[in-house]
């Protein structure tokens, strides 16, 4: 059973940065494209960010492109969203999401596992 565990949320000014962290564990991790989705309150979840099994292709909203970075670490089984000029819109619950099938895939119903979100809050 894959589990995910996001960290590097909290409060921060319009026009900050934060980098958020997933650690991934019970399968090999280079197996699974990885992606970022939000969650503000009253919304559905909506897609940030997305990279293939090795960085090598990565996709973005278009409201976080030129913003937002997805990376990740194959050797640490980590991924991470770094986010700067951060916007109040930013403000949500952030998910890390693992997936085997669907390639870069923007969407929820692709992706298998879940981590408990970390909360991103930015003020204006």
């Known amino acids: 059973q894959v589990q995910l565990g996001e960290s590097g949320g909290g409060l921060v000014q319009a026009g900050g940065s934060l980098r958020l962290s997933c650690a991934v564990s019970g399968d090999t991790f280079s197996r699974y494209n990885m992606a970022w989705f939000r969650q503000a309150p009253g919304k559905e979840r909506e897609f940030v960010a997305v990279?293939?099994?090795?960085?090598?292709?990565?996709s973005y909203a278009d409201s976080v492109k030129g913003r937002f970075g997805i990376s990740r670490d194959n050797a640490k089984n980590m991924v991470y969203l770094e986010m700067n000029n951060l916007k109040a819109e930013d403000t949500a619950a952030y998910y890390c999401a693992a997936d085997r099938t669907f390639g870069t895939s923007q969407y929820v119903r692709d992706y298998d596992y879940w981590g408990q979100g970390t909360q991103v809050t930015v003020s204006s």
């Open positions: 990279s293939n099994w090795n960085g090598g292709s990565t």
